[in-house]
């Protein structure tokens, strides 16, 4: 059973960072891409960063490129993204995975 | 950036009946390797998104099998058939043939 479980969520400031973690089980995670989508509050999702199975291939969303980035350790089985010099419409709830989705953590920017 | 958009944004749907749903890409999202890179989510009420349809038309795990994707190039469709109360929810579409992969605005389904 496929079990994506994200962590590192919080109230942060502006201009703040966060890492954000996402613990996978149950399938083979070396074989597959990962993703982190987010969705704030009313609205939909967005697609912010991609990495490829080897971490060979990665991509970011142009809101974030530049701040954020991703990484993975597949020895642990685990997603991260760094997110830094944060913003108040970074404020949203993220999802890692690809096929399957996590619960999602909760990022709030704000003073 | 390629661009996805749905239409309708909302839609009303009496149980039972069926209920669609378009997409439209700004570019072809038909692969060299021969495969559609169109993908269908939905984000129920409180809920996780969850994938429905990867590659163009095939039904991700557990899917019933009332939910349908079919299309070609840029034009695409989801179909629900004999819509029931647990499928109110946020569907989007989604590209990947193109870095970075994007999502359209999201069609939101109640029930009458």
């Known amino acids: 059973q496929v079990h994506l479980v994200e962590s590192g969520g919080g109230l942060v400031k502006p201009g703040g960072s966060l890492r954000l973690s996402c613990a996978a089980s149950?399938?083979?995670?070396?074989?597959?891409?990962m993703s982190w989508i987010r969705q704030a509050p009313g609205k939909g999702l967005e697609w912010i960063s991609y990495?490829?199975?080897?971490?060979?291939?990665?991509s970011y969303a142009a809101s974030v490129k530049g701040r954020f980035t991703i990484s993975r350790d597949n020895a642990k089985n685990s997603l991260y993204l760094q997110m830094n010099n944060l913003r108040a419409e970074d404020t949203a709830v993220y999802y890692c995975?690809?096929?399957?989705w996590g619960q999602g953590t909760l990022v709030a920017v704000s003073s | 950036d390629l661009v996805v958009t749905q239409t309708p944004l909302s839609l009303s749907v009496t149980p039972g009946q069926s209920a669609s749903i378009s997409c439209k890409s700004s570019a072809s999202l038909l692969h060299s390797d021969g495969r559609t890179y169109l993908y269908w989510y939905v984000v129920k009420p409180g809920q996780s998104p969850q994938l429905l349809i990867y590659e163009l038309s095939k039904r991700f795990t557990g899917v019933p099998d009332r939910f349908s994707g079919s299309g070609s190039g840029t034009d695409f469709t989801l179909k629900i058939s004999r819509v029931e109360a647990e499928d109110v929810g946020v569907y989007y579409c989604m590209q990947s043939i193109k870095l970075p992969p994007t999502f359209g605005p999201g069609t939101k389904v109640d029930i009458k």
């Open positions: 995975g690809g096929y399957y």
């Open positions: 149950g399938f083979t995670f070396s074989d597959y891409f």
């Open positions: 990495i490829s199975s080897d971490g060979d291939t990665i």
